[in-house]
């Protein structure tokens, strides 16, 4: 599978806002089997639940997600991986077991659904904090 980079922000009960489509960043070059489309965010209502513990201590974090996605455009059963902690145990629960209800519009290329690797981040954010550093306004 090819390694892809797609950075999507997150909403909903505390994660920060979210985009459908982001261009590929990957590793800088250009490779002859990357995606001429990546995948596109189909949920309405994100999965991620923030932990009732950690809200009603107004805990923040950030955790980064490895995930694979198939050409039907659906996460690989239990391919979901922490490549980032956000040093609380309970929000990187939180992200992995919402990976996997995550369903995408399949990449492309020429036309055709294709399988990718992509790092998906989750942003747990509290409304009464302050927003965290590189947060956007």
């Known amino acids: 599978m090819l390694p892809v980079s797609l950075f999507l922000y997150l909403a909903g009960l505390g994660c920060s806002e979210r985009r459908k489509s982001v261009p590929v960043s990957g590793d800088g070059w250009w490779r002859p089997d990357a ?28 955790v980064m997600l490895r995930l694979f996605v198939d050409a039907g455009g659906n996460v690989v059963t239990d391919s979901a991986r922490v490549v980032e902690a956000s040093g609380y ?24 659904p294709i399988a990718v690797s992509l790092l998906f981040p989750v942003h747990f954010r509290h409304p009464a904090q302050q927003r965290a550093a590189g947060d956007s306004t």
């Open 89 to 112: 145990s309970a929000l990187d629960s939180a992200a992995l077991a919402g990976a996997s209800r995550l369903r995408f519009r399949a990449a492309r290329r020429r036309g055709v």
């Open 35 to 62: 995606p001429d489309v990546v995948p596109q965010i189909l949920n309405e209502e994100l999965p991620f639940r923030y932990p009732n513990t950690l809200w009603l201590q107004r805990v923040q974090g950030n």
